[in-house]
């Protein structure tokens, strides 16, 4: 390619200064605005943590009857647009003879899993396949049908033009060629 | 073990005859790659912003806030007026000295803000993880859409959407910046794929939403969305492009150009499609017929390697002064052959002067003459003569073209050989020696010629017993010329098999190499001390014989290279005379690149000119255009871990709901929203196999969004507009005083989870 004439330059700078915006003043922005040096968290961070927390949360509340259970939401109040509150005073002769700690861990249980767990960014991820169909096997090399694995490299391959393929392929390669399904071997 | 069957198995592509394939494809209709996405400058539109300062409080900035492209506008429009990327590029320009700041498609405009790229998103999921950039692209919505922070902040109602089941983590950063460093007076979340879905007027029915990052498969009844019921196959369409950039990059593993995401993203979009029967299309999608439909060649930039061509008048002028040079030469040689000639000419004069005058001179007086000549006898100078004389008249001819005729050989007579040694004198003897070694000579040359004609006529006998054998026992002779052909068929391969196996040091080929060298090694050094220092290699001509032993099985060459000659034979005898052996039989038919299927997959049915660079920068789609949009219907192609989309969609269907109303409730209403939804048969696809899964009376109405992509903004500024908006948005008082994790919940958003 040849190299951009001092015209071009000139021009393609200019088109760089309209498109820049970090000149451009922002006065809806809060100048007092400073966010935290670390806010950024990749999901497997995120996932860890909020696992961590749910945990930790069933376990203070199985320990101690001191935090408030929560109200059973049958009623539609889940809009959110009044805080969950105590629930009635029932009184409950039997209720006084029992641990205070299960009845609590119960309670909160009826309340929170009244339609099933909590759904979570986790646990909607769909679970494994159990259908014959998901088993079927596809050469890596070409994605066409393959009736036969070679031992060696583990690869699938369609005829023995593809294996004599895979059996020329470079050290190495066979490896990537698993990874694109999540079969190779993963050192830790 | 070694696999001793021959049978020639013929697969089913092999069986089309040669004459289809011979006919060359058309053409191949070529893609070219598609330039980085740069869309030129967008003006901000501030009229948006006018028009709403009579209503603020109902007129709200929507969001999509989409992990491939963000869409923002306002409620009253019926378009989002941005659509851009979530991507920025920010860096310090060195050579102006100050920071640059480009977002959104803005960031592809040139190598250098390209190299700076950074994106919102955390590659592969919907959750936001980069906020700086995050904010960079909320600063260039709200400065395109002309907000004008009089009172120092976004003073209209912001609507945003979210992934499903949202982290609190992303949700308390997204509130934080909008409540604090925008100031926003309120602020709504909702679902894309409901809005979405509202949009289209649903009211109950099963969302399948295929979008960048994943697959979410939701249950709908009554307006509500059922969340603790809706599944999420972790598989988008930025997994797809991914998907195809690795299946690429190990097709061609020494493509010279660079292939990228958003290239791969580009040939998904345009060239895939979903198949209808997979597993049926696929097992043909490699046959020759109607291949040139199905291969599609893709473009890169490349720069030809050309010689540079010459005009027509610096071609005439390069021939003309090549004329003229080797007229130049021409005439130098034929001066020097004219002198060469004169030369030869006085000598011939010379010689013959010599020989009048010898006659002439007495016996003695002759032979000093002769001796001074440095010539031994009479019979001598007349060869020299003779020869000049030859050479002078054949210099002569060749001067004036005169087609010279091999002279005949004289037929030769020996008459000394017959007479005894004693009658002759010396001269007589050396004569008759000379005479003997030519008759011995003349024999030689006879007795070759006989054994030739022997040797043609034996082979002349063979071919007669040959052609009779064929003709009184037809299937033997076949049989034999069968097997015969296997026979070097097999040893071709055995050769390669060892040509190959010396390659790998495991084999048993190379390992019995080391063994013979080891041993020829551990010989070495007993004979250097019996021998002293010196080393005495070569001495012997045996010692170079361990060449031979090292080499082994590999050293008759020769006989490797008649192989393939020898196939030619046989298979030229098998063509003639062999009913069922055609020309697809030959083992050069069957090499041929129309019957690689590796060829075939790599370059389609078109030739490959390894020299061409335009072919060095073509990448061929073919199997790729429907493996890569299947994986949402079969994750393990990919190796997903997870039951396929409508596996899940039939277990949602099926073992969550119980009640047969509810079933046919949200059977009756299938809905498809998302980008990855846009492939080609999806639809249909995705109804034949559903309904596998289901009782044969159930009615399914499978349906897509009218605009998959837009109709997530369209449905939140629908809804934005309506009175929901008020109801369901956190406003700056409720997130003074609830936190920054505190989400109002409604019939399109998340639930709260603790």
């Given amino acids: 390619m040849a190299p951009p004439t001092p015209a071009e330059n000139e021009s393609h700078q200019l088109l760089l200064n309209q498109l820049d915006i970090a000149q451009v003043p922002r006065p809806f922005r809060n100048p007092h605005w400073k966010p935290s040096q670390r806010r950024n968290k990749n999901v497997k961070q995120l996932i860890s943590e909020s696992s961590r927390k749910e945990a930790s949360q069933m376990a203070t509340q199985a320990n101690s009857g001191a935090t408030t259970p929560l109200v059973a939401t049958t009623s539609a109040s889940t809009d959110g647009s009044q805080t969950p509150a105590d629930g009635g005073q029932r009184t409950n002769i039997a209720q006084a003879a029992q641990n205070l700690s299960t009845l609590v861990l119960e309670k909160n249980a009826r309340a929170m899993y009244s339609s099933g767990p909590a759904v979570t960014y986790t646990n909607i991820e769909s679970a494994p396949s159990l259908h014959p169909s998901q088993q079927t096997r596809y050469c890596d090399i070409t994605g066409l049908p393959a009736p036969y694995t070679d031992p060696k490299t583990r690869l699938r391959y369609h005829d023995k033009e593809v294996f004599g393929v895979v059996r020329s392929l470079a050290q190495g390669v066979p490896e990537s060629y698993l990874e694109l399904r999540a079969a190779h071997v993963v050192l830790k | 073990m070694t696999i001793t069957s021959v049978q020639a198995v013929l697969p089913g592509r092999f069986a089309i005859n040669s004459t289809e394939k011979s006919t060359a494809k058309p053409p191949p209709k070529v893609y070219n790659a598609q330039e980085p996405p740069f869309k030129g400058y967008h003006a901000p539109q501030p009229d948006g912003y006018q028009r709403s300062r009579s209503k603020p409080d109902t007129s709200a900035i929507v969001i999509d806030n989409g992990s491939n492209l963000v869409k923002a506008g306002w409620s009253f429009d019926k378009n989002p007026r941005f659509i851009l990327p979530p991507v920025m590029s920010r860096y310090r320009d060195r050579k102006l000295n100050k920071a640059c700041q480009f977002i959104g498609y803005d960031a592809y405009v040139d190598a250098t803000t390209r190299g700076q790229l950074r994106y919102a998103f955390d590659p592969g999921s919907s959750v936001v993880g980069n906020w700086d950039v995050m904010e960079g692209v909320l600063d260039y919505l709200f400065l395109k859409l002309g907000v004008d922070g009089a009172n120092g902040g976004v003073d209209r109602p912001i609507v945003m959407t979210e992934p499903i089941a949202n982290l609190n983590y992303p949700r308390k950063m997204m509130n934080e910046i909008l409540f604090e460093c925008y100031s926003a007076p309120s602020v709504a979340y909702g679902i894309d794929s409901l809005f979405s879905y509202r949009y289209n007027r649903g009211t109950d029915g099963l969302i399948i939403s295929s979008s960048h990052t994943s697959t979410h498969v939701i249950p709908v009844l009554n307006n509500k969305a059922l969340l603790s019921n809706c599944s999420r196959l972790n598989w988008g369409g930025m997994h797809a492009s991914e998907y195809l950039l690795k299946l690429m990059r190990l097709k061609y593993p020494t493509f ?308 393939g000659g020898m196939l030619d034979v046989v298979e030229k005898e098998l063509l003639e005379h062999d009913p069922e052996f055609t020309e697809n039989h030959t083992l050069a038919a069957q090499s041929d690149w129309t019957k690689s299927l590796v060829h075939v997959f790599l370059r389609g049915p078109w030739p490959f000119d390894p020299e061409s660079q335009r072919e060095a920068h073509q990448l061929h789609l073919n199997v790729e255009r429907i493996r890569v949009p299947e994986v949402v219907f079969k994750p393990s192609i990919a190796g997903v871990d997870q039951a396929g989309l409508v596996e899940i969609a039939a277990d949602i269907v099926n073992q969550r709901f119980i009640n047969p109303e509810d079933q046919s409730r949200l059977l009756r209403d299938v809905f498809m929203t998302g980008g990855n939804t846009l492939f080609q048969n999806f639809d249909e696809r995705f109804r034949n196999e559903f309904r596998a899964f289901l009782p044969l009376d159930a009615e399914l109405n499978v349906r897509r969004a009218k605009d998959p992509v837009l109709d997530a903004w369209k449905g939140a500024a629908q809804w934005a507009s309506g009175a929901d908006l008020a109801k369901s948005s956190i406003t700056r008082q409720e997130y003074l005083e609830k936190g920054s994790e505190y989400l109002k919940e409604h019939d399109l958003g998340n639930v709260t989870t603790w």
């Fill in chain 2, 256 to 563: 010279p150009a660079r292939m990228t995401e958003s290239q791969m993203e580009d040939l998904v979009h345009k060239h895939c499609y979903v198949s209808k029967d997979y597993d049926q299309e696929l097992s043909k999608y490699l046959d020759w017929t109607g291949l040139e439909d199905r291969d599609l060649v893709v473009q890169y930039p490349f720069t030809e390697h050309v010689v540079p061509e010459k005009s027509e008048e610096e071609l005439a002028r390069i021939a003309e002064r090549k004329k003229e040079s080797g007229r130049r030469l021409q005439e130098q040689a034929a001066k020097m052959r004219l002198e060469k000639l004169m030369k030869k000419e006085q000598e011939l004069e010379y010689y013959k002067d010599l020989q009048n005058g010898l006659q002439t001179e007495t016996k003695k007086e002759a032979r000093r003459i002769l001796e001074a000549e440095d010539l031994k006898d009479e019979a001598h100078l007349e060869r020299i003569i003779r020869d000049l004389e030859r050479s002078i008249k054949r210099s002569r001819n060749r001067d004036l073209g005169v087609e010279e005729s091999e002279e005949p050989a004289e037929e030769m007579s020996f008459p000394l050989l017959d007479v005894p040694d004693e009658e002759l004198d010396e001269a007589g003897l050396k004569e008759k020696r000379h005479q003997r070694l030519m008759k011995s000579n003349v024999e030689a040359r006879q007795r070759a010629k006989a054994e030739k004609e022997r040797e043609k006529a034996r082979r002349e006998e063979e071919e007669r017993l040959d052609r009779e054998k064929r003709e009184n026992d037809f299937e033997g002779w076949l049989s034999e010329r069968r097997t015969n052909r296997q026979n070097i068929l097999q040893r071709i391969k055995e050769r390669d098999r060892l040509k190959a196996d010396l390659g790998n040091r495991k084999s048993l080929a190379s390992q019995m190499r080391m063994k013979t060298l080891a041993n020829l090694a551990a010989d070495g050094p007993k004979k250097r001390r019996r021998g002293g220092d010196d080393d005495d290699f070569g001495a012997n001509d045996e010692d170079w014989g361990v060449y031979r032993t090292v080499a082994g099985e590999q050293s008759d060459e020769e006989e490797e290279e008649d192989l």
